[in-house]
């Protein structure tokens, strides 16, 4: 029943879960703007929103693109989506588990153009990477990440954060995940398993990558790129040139989230339900508190609340003291 990713936007929050419920909630409230349920249907990716229309994927591999508790359109996709889908700019983008990126008319659904990727053979099955930047679309293949044209799907740049090593399908797999996290004209992000590394969105160019085993995405601040790794430990790099600037074993063998940085510190969750505020100058433990059971999204900011969401589908706003 748990959501598959949060989408916040001015004071809206915008959330499914897998049965196929789909909300728009005030996110100083909390309250219902409205809430629709999608009969008989399985979510596998979203939700994507731009504050007013909301778009998912679902396992039988349709996207459906909802407003005000309507749905107004739905397109039948070439594969499978772990992504939550893109809404931007009166246009909805779609990645597929095919690396192939799709582009539709967010009024009327038509599709506007589709990129293909060939690429290795197996794709993980958890959200990669998918966000605009100005007026370039971005988008995780396999390693690399990739500025295209939202007009028409060409590839204007690409840089490598990971590239694929080894002798099998499965150690060739170096998707990028999401969350990733962008500050001014850097663009950061975390290939699974493998890298980690930030980009100069504006020239298309990469700037440093580091090693770095982890499955969850990352969040930053103008100074610092956070990212946990496998095993529970919390590093922290320079955002400038990616040398270490801390790490702490606080939670270590622990399953984390992806982390929030917020100006009071970096919000974490794990597994057992607890949530804990982290020291931005060296990771020490400054808080912890105890949720009604696991999140199943990383933590979201929207103005100056933040958002944690329980796979039970409990909705918990807070303001951090």
Same mark, same amino acid.
């Given at each position: 029943?748990?959501?598959?990713?949060?989408?916040? #936007?001015?004071?809206?929050?915008?959330?499914?879960?897998?049965?196929?419920?789909?909300?728009?909630?005030?996110?100083?409230?909390?309250?219902?703007?409205?809430?629709?349920?999608?009969?008989?249907?399985? $979510?596998?990716?979203?939700?994507?929103?731009?504050?007013?229309?909301?778009?998912?994927?679902?396992?039988?591999?349709?996207?459906?693109?909802?407003?005000?508790?309507?749905?107004?359109?739905?397109?039948? !996709?070439?594969?499978?989506?772990?992504?939550?889908?893109?809404?931007?700019?009166?246009?909805?983008?779609?990645?597929?588990?095919?690396?192939?990126?799709?582009?539709?008319?967010?009024?009327?659904?038509?599709?506007?153009?589709?990129? &293909?990727?060939?690429?290795?053979?197996? $794709?993980?099955?958890?959200?990669?990477?998918?966000? %605009?930047?100005?007026?370039?679309?971005?988008?995780?293949?396999?390693?690399?990440? %990739?500025?295209?044209?939202?007009?028409?799907?060409?590839?204007?740049?690409?840089?490598?954060?990971?590239?694929?090593?080894?002798?099998?399908?499965?150690?060739?797999?170096?998707?990028?995940?999401?969350?990733?996290?962008?500050?001014?004209?850097?663009?950061?992000? #975390?290939?699974?398993?493998? &890298?980690?590394?930030?980009?100069? +969105?504006?020239?298309?160019?990469?700037?440093?990558?580091?090693?770095?085993?982890?499955? #969850?995405?990352?969040?930053?601040?103008?100074?610092?790129?956070? %990212?946990?790794?496998?095993?529970?430990?919390?590093?922290?790099?320079?955002?400038?040139?990616?040398?270490?600037?801390?790490?702490?074993?606080?939670?270590?063998?622990?399953?984390?989230? %992806?982390?929030?940085?917020?100006?009071?510190?970096?919000?974490?969750?794990?597994?057992?339900?607890?949530?804990?505020?982290?020291?931005?100058?060296?990771?020490?433990?400054?808080?912890?508190?105890?949720?009604?059971?696991?999140?199943?999204? +990383?933590?979201?900011?929207?103005?100056?609340?933040?958002?944690? $969401?329980?796979?039970?589908?409990?909705?918990?706003? !807070?303001?951090?003291?």
């Amino acid at each position: 029943n748990f959501p598959l990713s949060v989408a916040t #936007r001015d004071d809206r929050i915008a959330l499914a879960n897998s049965d196929g419920m789909v909300a728009m909630l005030n996110a100083k409230t909390g309250k219902d703007i409205w809430r629709f349920t999608l009969p008989k249907t399985n $979510v596998s990716a979203g939700v994507g929103s731009d504050g007013q229309q909301v778009a998912l994927v679902t396992r039988d591999n349709q996207l459906v693109v909802m407003q005000d508790a309507k749905v107004q359109w739905r397109q039948t !996709l070439p594969a499978q989506s772990f992504t939550p889908p893109l809404v931007a700019g009166q246009r909805v983008f779609v990645l597929t588990a095919d690396r192939s990126v799709l582009a539709f008319d967010g009024a009327t659904g038509q599709k506007l153009w589709a990129q &293909q990727r060939p690429g290795e053979p197996l $794709v993980l099955k958890q959200a990669g990477v998918l966000t %605009a930047f100005k007026n370039t679309l971005l988008v995780g293949l396999s390693g690399r990440l %990739a500025g295209m044209d939202p007009s028409t799907g060409v590839v204007v740049w690409e840089s490598a954060i990971a590239t694929p090593r080894g002798t099998n399908d499965m150690e060739r797999l170096v998707d990028l995940i999401g969350p990733s996290d962008r500050m001014g004209d850097v663009v950061c992000a #975390r290939a699974f398993q493998a &890298q980690i590394g930030c980009v100069d +969105a504006q020239k298309g160019q990469g700037i440093w990558t580091r090693p770095s085993v982890g499955d #969850r995405g990352l969040s930053g601040n103008a100074n610092l790129v956070l %990212a946990p790794l496998a095993n529970g430990v919390v590093q922290a790099w320079r955002r400038e040139d990616g040398e270490r600037v801390w790490e702490t074993e606080r939670l270590k063998y622990r399953l984390l989230s %992806a982390p929030l940085v917020t100006p009071k510190g970096i919000v974490v969750a794990d597994s057992g339900g607890y949530v804990y505020l982290l020291s931005l100058a060296d990771g020490a433990l400054l808080n912890r508190l105890k949720m009604d059971g696991e999140l199943a999204a +990383a933590p979201v900011a929207t103005a100056d609340t933040y958002i944690l $969401v329980s796979r039970e589908g409990r909705v918990t706003g !807070l303001n951090l003291p």
